[in-house]
């Protein structure tokens, strides 16, 4: 199946669900039902109601009401985790359930078919609303991350999850982890990924189960929660709606999409469109279902930030390991590598993100310690655009782009700049696993860039964009090669020493001002920075290629710069016809693999 796209360019939507709400949970909530008692080897969970009535906003200018009914699923026991992967693009999406059997933890696969992507469990929640003569008005069903908005149910809860605070929706992600901390509950609601459904002003008692494939597989109790709902008509006029405008572009990125895409922790919706430089402008839909990018560390609301994790053995102690493990055989490898109790690969965060406050001095050397793997995804988000110019016979061919690092080692850049030179000069860095610099290498440059919707410093030569004809040649390049490192996408968070809490996930922490004297950019392991070129320079100017087969390249660390474990993944191709006439160019973007998204 292929999709053709006419239309001019709309940014892709990584956007999710709502921030959690204080709530107390009564004890009634956690008492297991007999049918969460079959499930001995999982978590016990419940669905639940934080509230027995909310008040929903119909805005006059919005398609209608976005059903935040403040229903949570709580896990109790054990955490609800989920490892959701595909071993290629040929291959289908997976999931296991984490469980546990005599105190030691056991991959359960689940039924196949369970997902089809990333984004959630598909129809796991059951809406019906009826009005106040008993008639239904509403009967839907939703997905649900359980990464979605969380919150803890008891005070003797963990104080933080380690889960990732989103569930990506990138179309080529690669692996995932889904979970809901014992003693926490995740919010049902899908956000800016349900539709909205119109209501007059009036009330409403809303019922909302977990579907029964659901309740067999992970022993949920069939007790659906009851919510009085009111919904109230306003305008944009009455002067309401502008100040929710305001509360929802007040987190708005300057610049990036996504760290993971299906987020639920934000203390208001935002509207990422992937970088453009690299969001649009805030729609009006924000005040009705403001839409959230995840990429705030507030999920956990009162409780602080995050604490780093333990680090992980150092690299010279797991090759000694492994050679043992080779030689006698992995019981006698003495101490393990790998989780310890409360300690899993993924919530391990290398302590390297503050930045030196000078340029480092010394002998440059490129030590023997984990390094990263950066990788391309095919391109995505493609379509025809005028690049913003309206110029008219102008055709450019635009799209999304991703470069990602599968580790296992983060990538941490520093640029430091000499009293009135223009540049910074960057140098990467090279740490062993207790976080101490052991090495750095000179690699390139890093500019000031001024344009609107910019305004921060470029990493140079950290990747570049080319069109290639059908026999691999080629045909037009971006002139996109410099670019602010942030986190916007979890592009496979099962990788060795994944990151789910990345800390720079917008421009807004990891790019600096324009009279710093030194920055720090870092892509952590497990996740990738997308950049959309929709602009004039950056998106391919088709107005004289002629019509057909063509690839979109995705080329990571082009000038080879920067020190990889493998440099011989950075490429990635992305197939697209280009037809049409001058002036209304069209494109069509086969399926990549079972991958098929323009």
């Not at 006439?581 to 069509?588: A, D, E, I, L, S």
Request: hydrophobic fraction near 35%.
């Amino acid at each position: 199946m292929t999709t053709t796209r006419t239309n001019r360019l709309r940014r892709p939507l990584l956007a999710g669900t709502t921030a959690v709400a204080a709530m107390a949970v009564t004890a009634g909530f956690m008492a297991a039902s007999p049918e969460q008692a079959t499930a001995a080897t999982g978590p016990k969970l419940s669905l639940v109601a934080a509230t027995g009535s909310v008040t929903l906003i119909s805005w006059k200018e919005e398609p209608g009401v976005y059903l935040d009914l403040g229903t949570y699923l709580t896990a109790e026991g054990t955490p609800l985790e989920l490892k959701v992967t595909r071993k290629s693009y040929k291959d289908p999406v997976v999931v296991t359930q984490t469980v546990y059997e005599g105190g030691k933890a056991k991959a359960k696969t689940l039924p196949q078919g369970t997902v089809k992507d990333f984004s959630g469990l598909p129809g796991f929640a059951e809406i019906t609303l009826t009005d106040k003569a008993g008639k239904k008005v509403v009967s839907r069903t939703e997905s649900f991350c359980p990464n979605n908005a969380s919150g803890r149910i008891r005070p003797d809860a963990p104080a933080t999850s380690k889960y990732p605070e989103s569930c990506p929706t990138n179309p080529f992600t690669l692996g995932s982890v889904w979970g809901v901390e014992k003693g926490w509950a995740a919010n049902t609601y899908g956000g800016s990924y349900t539709q909205p459904v119109k209501l007059a002003a009036g009330a409403y008692t809303a019922r909302v189960g977990v579907a029964k494939k659901y309740r067999d597989l992970f022993g949920i109790a069939d007790k659906p929660a009851t919510v009085k709902v009111t919904v109230q008509e306003r305008s944009w006029e009455d002067g309401n709606g502008v100040s929710a405008a305001r509360s929802a572009a007040a987190g708005e990125h300057a610049g990036h999409g996504t760290a993971g895409g299906h987020a639920g922790h934000g203390a208001a919706h935002q509207a990422p469109d992937a970088h453009a430089g690299h969001h649009g402008p805030v729609k009006p839909s924000q005040a009705g279902a403001p839409e959230t990018s995840g990429a705030t560390p507030s999920y956990n609301v009162g409780h602080g930030p995050l604490k780093a994790a333990p680090p992980a053995l150092p690299w010279a102690l797991k090759k000694q390991q492994a050679a043992l493990a080779g030689a006698q055989g992995a019981d006698a490898a003495g101490p393990r590598t790998g989780d310890a109790t409360g300690q899993t690969d993924g919530s391990r965060k290398a302590p390297a993100l503050t930045p030196a406050a000078k340029r480092p001095t010394g002998k440059a050397s490129v030590p023997d310690v984990p390094k990263p793997d950066l990788r391309s995804l095919p391109a995505y988000g493609i379509t025809i655009s005028d690049g913003t110019e309206n110029i008219p016979g102008k055709d450019y061919l635009a799209f999304s782009a991703n470069v990602w690092n599968a580790g296992p080692a983060q990538l941490v850049v520093d640029g430091f700049r000499s009293p009135g030179k223009a540049k910074m000069d960057a140098y990467q860095y090279f740490y062993d696993a207790k976080g101490k610099q052991v090495g750095y290498t000179p690699t390139g440059t890093m500019e000031w860039d001024p344009r609107p919707g910019h305004v921060h410093w470029h990493f140079t030569d950290f990747a570049s964009y080319r069109l290639l004809k059908a026999d691999k040649k080629e045909a037009v390049r971006s002139g996109k090669e410099a670019f602010c490192l942030a986190n916007t996408d979890a592009v496979d968070y099962t990788v060795k020493n994944a990151n789910w809490h990345p800390f720079n996930t917008d421009l807004a922490t990891a790019c600096g001002q324009e009279n710093s004297i030194s920055v720090r950019e870092v892509l952590d392991v497990g996740s990738g920075d997308t950049y959309t070129q929709d602009l004039p320079g950056q998106s391919f100017d088709i107005t004289d290629v002629p019509n057909g087969t063509y690839y979109i390249q995705v080329l990571a660390n082009p000038a080879k710069r920067l020190k990889e474990t493998n440099l011989d993944n950075n490429s990635a191709l992305r197939k697209v016809v280009l037809g049409g006439k001058p002036g209304k160019r069209t494109v069509t973007v086969p399926a990549h693999d079972l991958v098929n998204a323009n």
